[in-house]
């Protein structure tokens, strides 16, 4: 089983830096596929970055590319998410989701059968 708790959201002004965690409580967490979605008010949730189980192979939103950095630990069972040069477009409620399968869609949210209760990252400007 895994249960995902996101930390380390809050207020940061523009152009400025944070990481935010995922820890995982189960006893498989190496197995699975991780990936970071947000959503803002009114919006639907969005894929964000994606990081494959075994060779760390990774994957990004076009206009996060560059900007965000997806990582993780197995050991720590704690997936990170790196954000550089926040705009206030990033303003969202910030989720990490985990799928155990190998199939396609990364980015498709309804593939991840697992979800922390999210984050709040609010970008000033």
């Known amino acids: 089983q895994v249960q995902l708790v996101e930390s380390g959201g809050g207020v940061v002004q523009a152009g400025g830096s944070l990481n935010i965690s995922c820890a995982d409580s189960g006893h498989t967490f190496s197995s699975y596929r991780l990936a970071w979605f947000r959503q803002a008010p009114g919006k639907e949730r969005e894929f964000v970055a994606h990081i494959s189980w075994s060779n760390f192979i990774t994957y990004y939103k076009d206009s996060v590319e560059g900007r965000f950095a997806i990582s993780r630990d197995n050991a720590k069972r704690t997936v990170y998410l790196q954000m550089n040069s926040l705009k206030s477009e990033d303003t969202a409620v910030y989720y990490c989701?985990?799928?155990?399968?190998?199939?396609?869609?990364?980015?498709?949210?309804?593939?991840?059968?697992?979800w922390g209760q999210g984050t709040q990252v609010t970008v000033s400007s």
């Open positions: 989701a985990a799928r155990s399968d190998s199939g396609p869609g990364y980015d498709s949210p309804e593939r991840y059968e697992y």
